[in-house]
């Protein structure tokens, strides 16, 4: 068999070539080292056992390898396993090793700081503890809470021993009755961000406000009766005050004097001898059940001599 060592040559030149210039690329890539903030993975902890206290976010590793390698890394393409299999509770210390580092090919871990990473641990407990509602906001003058229930009741709360035995008590993210003026129903997470503990079976509640009208009355007597489409001199009213039943919130209705209830007539036309009916202004703060009387007189008012 005839042998042809020119044949192709030009591809054997062009691929001699790359290889060539690949080899110049490689060798020509520096070797530097890089701090990188790796995130910690805790992994297999063991049931019946609680992780407390704080525990850093991440940690340095220095790594060292090629500039064109490096250069890519990001916190994601590192990760440092901590393995807290058999742990019992109590504090311990975990030596923080280049073992312990998974990295991508072509990189190699310096150093690892910290050392060692100081944990500590309780045992886990549980108990049933009632749950409390959390009410903000006033209703709309002359309306009350009359009633306020939460469901469930009681949760069972777990997690590290001193944290559950430290509460007696969880309580509802708040409900707004803010210018209620009917029954507030709402469905509301159990607040428990800084307890260091959490519910068994769900977190969230219900929580019923039930708000009505207030039913206080009182009769406010004296409540002088304002003239209004007459000129001043020319008639009197007979009688000139009137006794106002209003009802309203109870502290409301029992600040209220004989000037904070305003009433009027409107005299127009009316001659003397007759009779007009007595208003009263409104207001937000409470509502005019009566007036006594709901009339009154227009009299002619004596001439000065």
């Excluded at 058999?86 to 280049?98: C, E, I, K, S």
């Excluded at 509802?172 to 997470?189: D, K, W």
């Amino acid at each position: 068999m005839a042998l042809f060592p020119l044949r192709h040559v030009g591809l054997k030149l062009l691929s001699i070539g790359v290889a060539a210039l690949l080899w110049l690329v490689v060798t020509g890539d520096p070797e530097v080292e890089r701090t990188i903030r790796v995130g910690l993975e805790l992994q297999r902890a063991p049931t019946g056992v609680e992780l407390v206290g704080a525990v850093p976010d991440t940690v340095a590793v220095r790594v060292r390898g090629a500039a064109s390698i490096l250069s890519g890394l990001g916190p994601g393409s590192l990760s440092v396993i901590v393995d807290l299999d058999g742990v019992h509770p109590g504090r311990r210390l975990f030596p923080l090793t280049a073992d312990q580092v998974t990295v991508p090919y072509g990189v190699q871990v310096a150093q690892v700081t910290p050392a060692a990473l100081p944990l500590a641990f309780e045992a886990t407990a549980g108990r049933v503890v009632p749950v409390r509602p959390r009410i903000e906001g006033t209703p709309v003058p002359g309306h009350s809470v009359t009633n306020v229930s939460v469901t469930p009741s009681q949760v069972r709360i777990e997690g590290p021993e001193s944290a559950v035995n430290g509460l007696s008590e969880v309580i509802t993210e708040p409900v707004s009755i803010e210018q209620a003026t009917s029954r507030v129903r709402e469905a509301v997470t159990i607040d428990l961000a800084d307890a260091g503990v959490r519910v068994s079976g769900g977190g969230t509640a219900v929580v019923t406000v039930t708000v009505v009208a207030d039913t206080t009355e009182r009769t406010v007597r004296g409540v002088p009766i304002a003239l209004r489409g007459a000129r001043a001199g020319e008639v009197v009213l007979l009688p000139a005050a009137a006794a106002v039943t209003v009802r309203g919130a109870g502290e409301v209705v029992g600040a209220l004097s004989s000037s904070d209830v305003a009433l009027f007539v409107e005299v127009g036309d009316a001659s003397a001898g007759r009779d007009v009916t007595v208003q009263a202004e409104s207001s937000p703060k409470y509502v005019v059940r009566s007036i006594d009387p709901p009339s009154v007189r227009v009299g002619a008012a004596a001439r000065r001599r």
